[in-house]
């Protein structure tokens, strides 16, 4: 059945039908309803009417929208949501809570769980359209945005792999990175940010002459200089994205030492992001335990007794480089 409004817009039902929607409920008559309603506006709808049955579903179908009930046995929505949004795949599907409840206490939890919008039960079918338009919108710049965080990572993930002496280096460091933070006690945001930067920071090479970068021996004066570029090109291809914006200080600074001795800036102490005083430790720690075509790769107790050298001359942040340490002797980091 078509409504008013496709008539008018023949190009909307078309657009809508691209649009998978998961209603969880475990109503039936509730779900029916809804399915009566979106599938008429053109929209494909997924049924799930528990939350086991949901979570395993949104693996598989990836759907653009989740109208998610509250009140349901075993897992209720809350749950549900807050298992969603805590994990990469699916963190960024929006999700309307349908409740009954009109108490501002749980519209609390919900936005707690991270739920992107609510709406009370019995819904107004105007509005119930309008909210899931205005989230698909939503869902289609998300997903523009995680088109180029992907062409970004992909581009460090070649850099990484293809390096014939440094191969793997970013992932090292991301990994040990992002356990240095949560041992910090930062938030999961900052954490997750780390992670990212970790990953990005020397994605800047791209620009770095090849035969210069692979040199088996010492840099002269002038290529040392062209390959100190790499910091600050880094933080320039990621300038335009936006996700990249909290990364850029710390792809920038990770060259910086505590004692002003660092790169491009010679910032000194607090001074230096603090993701990029982590990433700093862990990125030299990695060179120094690496293998090179005219050297072998330190043990990693010279290579952490060198830092603490270098840490009594003022190289390096000892609130951070002490918890490094403990971290890699207790041995659970990959080296
Ligand atoms: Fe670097």
């Known amino acids: 059945m078509l409504a008013a409004e496709d008539i008018k817009q023949p190009g909307a039902k078309i657009e809508a039908a691209r649009v998978n929607i998961l209603v969880v409920d475990d109503n039936h008559s509730n779900v029916e309803l809804l399915e009566a309603l979106l599938s008429s506006r053109g929209y494909n709808i997924l049924k799930a009417y528990n939350g086991e049955d949901a979570l395993s579903l949104v693996e598989t179908v990836h759907p653009h929208i989740i109208l998610l009930d509250v009140m349901m046995p075993r897992m209720d929505g809350y749950e549900v949501c807050r298992k969603l949004k805590g994990k990469d795949t699916t963190r960024f599907i929006p999700v309307i809570m349908l409740t009954a409840l009109s108490d501002i206490d749980d519209k609390i939890k919900g936005i707690e769980a991270g739920a992107d919008d609510f709406i009370s039960k019995p819904f107004q079918r105007p509005e119930l359209l309008a909210r899931v338009k205005s989230l698909v919108r939503v869902k289609n710049l998300l997903e523009e945005l995680e088109d180029a965080r992907n062409v970004i990572f992909s581009l460090a993930t070649v850099l990484d792999v293809n390096d014939p002496y440094t191969h793997g280096h970013s992932r090292r460091v991301s990994d040990i990175a992002v356990n240095?933070?949560?041992?910090?006690?930062?938030?999961?945001?900052?954490?997750?940010?780390?992670?990212?930067?970790?990953?990005?920071?020397?994605?800047?090479?791209?620009?770095?002459?090849?035969?210069?970068?692979?040199?088996?021996?010492?840099?002269?004066?002038?290529?040392?200089?062209?390959?100190?570029?790499?910091?600050?090109?880094?933080?320039k291809i990621c300038s335009p994205l936006k996700f990249a914006k909290p990364l850029l200080?710390?792809?920038?600074?990770?060259?910086?030492?505590?004692?002003?001795?660092?790169?491009?800036?010679?910032?000194?102490?607090?001074?230096?992001?603090?993701?990029?005083?982590?990433?700093?430790?862990v990125d030299l720690y990695d060179a120094l335990t690496s293998a090179r075509p005219y050297r072998r790769g330190m043990p990693q107790e010279v290579a952490l007794e060198v830092m603490k050298l270098e840490a009594g001359k003022g190289y390096w942040d000892r609130e951070i480089l002490m918890p490094f340490v403990e971290i890699m002797q207790q041995g659970t980091q990959p080296h």
Request: aromatic share 4%; hydrophobic share 35%; proline share 7%.
């Open 180 to 235: 240095l933070a949560a041992s910090l006690g930062l938030s999961p945001q900052e954490q997750n940010n780390i992670r990212d930067a970790g990953f990005l920071h020397d994605i800047g090479k791209v620009a770095t002459d090849k035969d210069v970068l692979h040199k088996p021996g010492a840099l002269n004066g002038k290529e040392y200089e062209h390959v100190k570029q790499h910091p600050v090109v880094g933080e």
């Open 249 to 281: 200080p710390m792809i920038r600074s990770h060259h910086e030492r505590f004692n002003g001795t660092g790169y491009p800036d010679g910032l000194t102490g607090a001074d230096i992001p603090l993701g990029a005083r982590i990433i700093g430790i």
